[in-house]
């Protein structure tokens, strides 16, 4: 019994794989290889894609971050005093402490996705070929 | 010998379109478009389409030729580059296929001549295969492509072989399940070949 199903199995299997595998091969039509081609040399005489000026955008980039920074370490710097300042009891001066270190988070969580966002478009840009 | 020589000649035609000789991709294109018009034929099953996905796949290949880092054969660089231009206009234009549940089902064999009852058996088998979820589908189509080399289907899906026999089993499954006739039909084809054997050997 056990031999006769899997027979019936084997029967069954070779049968999709008969026809499946019986396919009739398609013979591409005459101008494909000339339309391929004509394709691929207005890809070759197209100008080369614009490189990103990175000479020119370097010095801009290093002021953005120099900026950021900057403004992210005087937040820092300008919270310390203030919780030295206040003779608060321990959870207070935490709490005061906390507000810039809050706001630096959310400052590096900013910077953070702008450059995931930055490397995804890149990314896709990659892939579709844009680069 | 013809595959060692088309690697020969493929890899003497991707040096020199790296050198600046366009005109060599010609070579490569001319030994290709059969392979790729094909396999692009078995995922939709238009031929003005399956000519204009393989075109776009050349067209992606002479573009990301450098990328070929040669650690595999060109022709498997080559598939694996076309079947995802394939797999993502499909997915952007879909065929139109009915879901694997509401294809066609065969009609009784026994009332029609077996040449054309067998034609409908193929017919209805082929769209069974394009209304099969992606995930299913895909594998079956290479794995036919490839003359049923589970390797090369694997390797120009970029996925593990033991993944792509999982699917392959999960896909005739759907397919049987969706064909109990043709099963019936080609067991009772087998039954009676066994009874045959058996009469003759009495």
Redesign the interface.
């Known amino acids: 019994m056990k031999q006769t199903r899997k027979?019936?199995s084997d029967?069954?299997?070779n049968?999709?794989?008969r026809?499946?595998?019986?396919?009739d091969?398609?013979?591409?039509?005459s101008g494909?290889?000339a339309?391929?081609?004509d394709?691929?040399?207005e890809?070759?005489a197209a100008p080369a894609p614009i490189p990103f000026p990175w000479k020119r955008a370097l010095p801009g980039a290093i002021v953005i971050v120099g900026t950021f920074g900057a403004g992210a370490f005087e937040m820092v710097r300008q919270g310390l005093p203030t919780a030295s300042e206040f003779a608060l009891t321990a959870p207070h001066i935490s709490a005061v402490m906390e507000r810039p270190l809050e706001q630096v988070g959310w400052i590096a969580l900013a910077l953070g996705v702008s450059l995931f966002s930055w490397l995804l478009s890149n990314r896709l840009a990659g892939r579709a070929?844009l680069l | 010998m013809t595959t060692t020589t088309n690697a020969a000649e493929d890899l003497a035609d991707v040096d020199r379109v790296l050198a600046g000789d366009?005109?060599a991709?010609?070579g490569i294109?001319?030994r290709w478009?059969?392979p790729l018009?094909?396999m692009a034929?078995?995922y939709c099953r238009d031929?003005s389409r399956?000519?204009e996905l393989?075109?776009e796949a050349?067209?992606?290949a002479?573009?990301?030729l450098s990328g070929w880092r040669r650690d595999s054969s060109f022709s498997t660089w080559l598939f694996a580059l076309a079947a995802n231009v394939y797999r993502s206009d499909l997915k952007r234009f879909p065929t139109v296929t009915l879901p694997i549940d509401e294809a066609p089902e065969l009609s009784r064999p026994a009332t029609q001549h077996h040449a054309l009852a067998a034609q409908q058996?193929?017919d209805s088998?082929?769209r069974a295969?394009l209304a099969l979820p992606t995930r299913y589908r895909e594998p079956?189509i290479l794995f036919?492509f490839h003359?049923?080399d589970v390797a090369a289907a694997a390797r120009t899906m970029g996925l593990p072989e033991g993944t792509v026999k999982a699917r392959l089993s999960r896909a005739?499954a759907l397919?049987?399940s969706r064909f109990p006739h043709?099963?019936g039909e080609?067991?009772a084809?087998?039954f009676g070949d066994?009874n045959t054997g058996k009469e003759a050997g009495r």
Do not use: C
């Open positions: 027979h019936q029967a069954e299997h049968e999709i794989d026809i499946l595998a019986t396919e091969a398609l013979v591409p039509s494909f290889l339309s391929v081609m394709h691929v040399q890809e070759a070929g | 366009v005109q991709f010609e294109v001319r478009q059969g018009v094909n034929w078995r031929r399956a000519e393989a075109q050349f067209v992606r002479w573009r990301g058996s193929s088998v082929r295969v079956v036919y003359e049923m005739r397919l049987r043709l099963e080609h067991a084809m087998e066994l």
